[in-house]
Nanobody, 121 residues
Framework: QVELVESGGGLVQAGGSLRLSCVAS????????MGWYRQPPEKQRELVAV???????NYANSVKGRFTISRDNAKNTVYLQMNSLKPEDTAAYYC???????????????WGQGTQVTVSS
């Protein structure tokens, strides 16, 4: 079993900052990547940022320059520092963990329960 526990969401005014954290626990053999996705009301889930095992990062264009993803490999934890928040950043934010299935070329995806971020104008 793999469990992801997110924290750090909340209500903030436009221009403010929040920091999301996600701790992964359980039988994790090899982490391929960790990332954050978000789902605004009545919209599809979208990628926000991802960081690979090697430390390569990738961001959605809408958050580049404002959000920073980082990892603590020893703690199996991923963070998302969100600055200069905008009302359009309002969404449920989900942590994603992608792990390599041992002795195969397949990966499994695991998801957290989500944490709400609301940005008021």
């Amino acid at each position: 079993q793999v469990e992801l526990v997110e924290s750090g969401g909340g209500l903030v005014q436009a221009g403010g900052s929040l920091r999301l954290s996600c701790v992964a626990s359980g039988r994790i053999f090899s982490i391929n990547a960790m990332g954050w996705y978000r789902q605004p009301p009545e919209k599809q889930r979208e990628l926000v940022a991802v960081i690979t095992r090697g430390g390569t990062t990738n961001y959605a264009n809408s958050v580049k320059g404002r959000f920073t993803i980082s990892r603590d490999n020893a703690k199996n934890t991923v963070y998302l520092q969100m600055n200069s928040l905008k009302p359009e950043d309002t969404a449920a934010y989900y942590c994603n963990l992608r792990v390599q299935v041992p002795f195969t070329d397949r990966v499994n995806d695991y998801w957290g329960q989500g944490t709400q971020v609301t940005v008021s104008s």
